[in-house]
């Protein structure tokens, strides 16, 4: 029930429930404070409720009641003509004052967005100039190591280079050790051998046996104890070209078990000369190869030597040594 004006700007509160008596004949509503029911009414009805903020007064001299006589021209059809006049003009100005609230409101809302905007670019600028930074730093650190890096591996390949090729170089030196080893030892075995040239050829011949029977009738010695000195004895044949060409026979290699036996023969040769068959037989060592070569380089002076008569000696690995006027030279 409508008891005096309206004093809120915002529309009456709808009770559904207590439909007042004095609307009977339409529902009123609000569309913009709460929609119409999902249901059916038979008599919905208009109320204030007075326990809410929004209510309805009236000046006490208009007040009324069902005895006053003074009241009763303002009837239930005059009163919500009233109520109905009233209401429009309040509505339109509290849209306007929504209007311009929710206005205001936006307005502050884009400031801060704005706002917000303004300091989220400058700290993703802020963060973006630190990002680059560290980046640019780690950048930096990394390209100093790759330099040191590079400048290490550099050295170490420089270096692996000179080892290369002192290795190659010591392998060559090994090498060439190696072989002189080796010729060493070959001459230390050939240390032991002598040589005749001059010995007849015969077919089927025993050079051994030959051998042990001569050099035990030139030194006086028994047969047995010269071929316990002797470890073997054969012929070196001579290629077909040069013996087609000198038809010379072929010299005879003695190796003997010990040196003694060797330089026996040889201090004896410089005595006496050793007869086989009768012929008589040339006497000297073995001499290796390379040690060959090495002497070619003394052929003059050994000529010299031998026109004046002067006897000389090779010494070894290469040298010559000869005596005059009871004077040694080398």
Known sequence: EARGEFQSPFPPFVDYSNPPAPFPAQPFFLPHVCPPPPFSLPFPRLTVSAATTRTLTRPKSEHWSAGN?????????????????KIPKQRKTSRQEEIRDLDALWLKIKEEFRQNETHMEKKLGEMQESFDKKIEDVIGEMSNKIKDLTVRTKSLEDSNKKIQREMKDQRREVGKIK??????????????????RGIGEVRDEDIKGKMTKELARWLALREDEVAQTIENAFRIKIRPKQNKQKKIPGDCLVIFRSIEMRNRILKESYQKKLIIDGRP????????????????????????????????????????????RKKDSR
């Open 69 to 85: 006589s003074k009241n009763i021209g303002l009837d239930q059809a005059s009163g919500r003509s009233q109520i109905k006049r």
């Open 179 to 196: 072989e002189n080893i080796e010729e060493l030892n070959k001459s230390q075995d050939q240390q032991l051998n002598l040589k005749f």
């Open 281 to 324: 037989i040339i006497i000297f060592k073995e001499i290796p190869i390379r040690l060959l070569r090495k002497r070619e380089g003394y052929k003059q002076i050994v000529n010299t030597l031998r026109k004046n008569g002067i006897q000389h000696r090779w010494e070894f690995p290469e040298g010559i040594s000869f005596s005059t």
